[in-house]
């Protein structure tokens, strides 16, 4: 009996004992679980090449645990030009669902791909100018892409992605959209150079079509022809239309598209038809209000005139922001030892230039570089596309450089808000 009761309690023991082995031991269940790499990559792959946009063979490859570069008026590296380079930087990095802010700044341009979308687009000749879009993320890895050129003077770019929310465990998946800051529905920029004048096509018919008459530049749709023809000799003085079509730089805001015309309007932003009012009227006025995000917008608007009087009249303001400043870049010799400065000048309401700052602003660098900030940019009046200024470089007591004064032949040059703006001359780099 005894002998049984040990014989019993032996088998006992090893049973357990196996039941331990068993369990320390991996399952087939166990060895098909799949091994995941690291969620976030520990650092940016980063490609330069000495072209602007991107192609042929690069110069040179590394890794960056950051994308924070300011190189002034030099080079990435020996064997990158210090202008008329580009870069592109890509990291997949993994996110928790939630609401997150995406900020890239460049000079000059600038844009961001995730997975493959284009989140912020800055793609354009600009001073240090900053770009941000906030947007709902699923949980999971994305891939993110940064893009960058410089053409000339000085080379910045950086990136940022801050976390403003994270979803629950547990909550539902959010679906990547724009979020209310611009609203839902705001436009995003379109990748193409902005235009500083509207392009004017005009047809000797009420419908646009066949040839154009005339193709020239209109610095503003503000005509009030009466009877009369927008080209004498060469354009109807009745039935006949016109096509303006521009891209222009927007602030990230609600802006507030105005028209008034006779006769018929359609107006177009980034290809919607926002404004439909074909058919004869005596001066009436239309307006709506879009939302658009920060960088540049295609604007297209369509009209014709039957008889009697033509007018059209084009008006864009921002319906929220009145008024800003904005900085200007440029160089000029030093004083002492030169008898050197920079003038600037502002139109008033009557279209007459005065002096913005009454007396010439000189340098003290002795490369000749020179900032002047605070400029005052009316944005409910100019939008965007910035306040028209002219400036002066005096040395000597003469005029060595000038920009601006279109009433003397000179090119245009608008002073935008909150960003830096060169003149065409710099300091030599």
């Known amino acids: 009996m005894n002998n049984n009761r040990t014989a019993l309690l032996f088998f006992a023991i090893a049973a357990l004992l196996c039941a331990g082995w068993a369990a320390l031991l991996p399952t087939t269940a166990r060895a098909e679980e799949p091994v995941n790499a690291a969620a976030t990559e520990p650092a940016w792959r980063a490609v330069y090449w000495n072209n602007r946009d991107l192609s042929g063979q690069p110069a040179f490859f590394r890794d960056e645990t950051t994308l924070d570069h300011n190189w002034g008026f030099g080079s990435p590296d020996a064997s990158v030009d210090s202008n008329n380079f580009s870069a ?34 800055g793609w354009w000749d600009h001073g240090v100018r900053t770009f941000t879009t906030d947007r709902d993320m699923p949980g999971g890895q994305h891939e993110v ?11 910045v770019v950086k990136f940022a992605l801050d976390t403003i929310s994270v979803a629950p465990p547990g909550s539902a998946t959010p679906t990547p959209n724009p979020t209310s800051v611009p609203p839902p529905g705001s436009k995003p920029p379109i990748a193409a150079p902005e235009s500083g004048t509207w392009k004017g ?13 005339v193709v020239r530049d209109d610095s503003a749709i503000d005509f009030d022809w009466d009877h009369g023809s927008p080209q004498a000799g060469v354009i109807n003085d009745d039935h006949f239309s016109v096509r303006w079509s521009r891209n222009i730089y927007f602030q990230g805001s609600l802006w507030r598209f105005k028209t008034t015309t006779d006769d018929g309007v359609r107006l177009w932003v980034d290809g919607d038809l926002v404004i439909d009012q074909w058919r004869t009227m005596r001066n009436e006025s239309f307006e709506t209000k879009i939302w658009l995000d920060e960088g540049v917008h295609a604007v297209r608007m369509d009209y014709f005139d039957r008889t009697g009087n033509a007018s059209a009249l084009l008006e864009i303001t921002n319906d929220i922001i009145s008024s800003g400043v904005g900085n200007l870049i440029t160089c000029v010799p030093p004083n002492p030892p030169n008898y050197a400065w920079i003038r ?4 008033d309401s009557s279209g007459n230039w005065y002096r913005a700052i009454p007396r010439g602003v000189g340098s003290i660098e002795a490369s000749g570089f020179l900032k002047i900030d605070g400029l005052p940019v009316d944005i409910a009046r100019f939008g965007g596309a910035g306040e028209p200024y002219w400036i ?6 003469k005029v060595a450089n000038a920009v601006g004064n279109t009433d003397q032949g000179q090119a245009e040059f608008r002073i935008r808000a909150s960003a830096d703006n060169y003149t065409p001359w710099g300091c030599g780099h």
Request: glycine letters at 8%.
């Open 88 to 121: 592109r930087w890509t990291r997949i990095i993994d996110l928790p669902a939630g609401r997150y802010r995406f900020s890239v700044t460049g000079d000059d341009g600038v844009r961001v791909y995730v997975n493959d979308q284009l989140f912020l687009n």
């Open 145 to 155: 892409r940064v893009e960058f050129y410089e053409r000339s003077g000085a080379a």
């Open 201 to 213: 096509e005009y047809f000797n018919n009420e419908d646009l079509s066949g040839a154009p008459v």
């Open 344 to 347: 600037v000048y502002r139109k």
């Open 392 to 397: 002066e470089q005096w040395v000597d007591n």
